[in-house]
T-cell receptor, first 114, second 115 residues
Framework: AQSVTQLGSHVSVSEGALVLLRCNYS??????LFWYVQYPNQGLQLLLK??????LVKGINGFEAEFKKSETSFHLTKPSAHMSDAAEYFC????????????FGQGTRLTINP | DVKVTQSSRYLVKRTGEKVFLECVQD?????MFWYRQDPGLGLRLIYF???????EKGDIPEGYSVSREKKERFSLILESASTNQTSMYLC??????????????FGDGTRLSIL
């Protein structure tokens, strides 16, 4: 069975600082991995996805994530935080090709300090 | 762009009522999903469907049922609402049944309160 652990339910950084949101997964087969963002009172939007083509994945709004199989991690980073990045971020794993379901982490709320 | 529309943003119902949450997608997607979102628990899958009249239980189906009579529409039904079903409900769709490389597309959610 697949599972996702997001380390830290709340992360706070200063505007202009590095953003690092941690995600570790468990999967018995090569996974597909996703990061989603949720702004207040909205649904989830896709930030980026890993599908085995490249280990470093670039997404929207300057975010990127690196797939590290040896560490079973898929951490999300952004070099310089902006006030508009304040939101909740979810990591999700799918159990490879043919899987119907996504398993989500519990979410990390990102706060940006001016 | 894919559009997933949930019929209500906010809904208040009473204990014991039968509650319907509606979701429509406009891109002929095969898969549709219902999740509930609670603080600290992330998103938990209630039911999903991969075709008209087909449904599969997710991780927390108890107290819920679903209906998919048309490909574009997926309804979540609370047979007899209880206070522990107060939550945010999110609908999602995905293009292909078997291509899990495809992302899910989400509606804006329905915040349901059961009094």
């Amino acid at each position: 069975a697949q599972s996702v652990t997001q380390l830290g339910s709340h992360v706070s950084v200063s505007e202009g600082a590095l953003v690092l949101l941690r995600c570790n997964y468990s999967s018995s087969v090569p996974p597909y991995l996703f990061w989603y963002v949720q702004y207040p009172n909205q649904g989830l939007q896709l930030l980026l996805k890993y599908t085995s083509a490249a280990t470093l994945v670039k997404g929207i709004n300057g975010f990127e994530a690196e797939f590290k199989k040896s560490e079973t991690s898929f951490h999300l980073t952004k070099p310089s935080a902006h006030m508009s990045d304040a939101a909740e971020y979810f990591c999700a794993v799918s159990a490879g090709q043919g899987a119907q379901k996504l398993v989500f982490g519990q979410g990390t709320r990102l706060t940006i300090n001016p | 762009d894919v559009k997933v529309t949930q019929s209500s943003r906010y809904l208040v119902k009473r204990t014991g009522e039968k509650v319907f949450l509606e979701c429509v997608q406009d891109m002929d997607h095969e898969n549709m999903f219902w999740y509930r979102q609670d603080p600290g628990l992330g998103l938990r899958l209630i039911y999903f469907s991969y075709d008209v009249k087909m449904k599969e239980k997710g991780d927390i189906p108890e107290g819920y049922s679903v209906s998919r009579e048309k490909k574009e529409r997926f309804s979540l039904i609370l047979e007899s609402a209880s206070t522990n079903q107060t939550s945010m409900y999110l609908c999602a769709s995905r293009r292909d049944r078997w291509d899990s490389n495809q992302p899910q597309h989400f509606g804006d959610g329905t915040r349901l309160s059961i009094l």
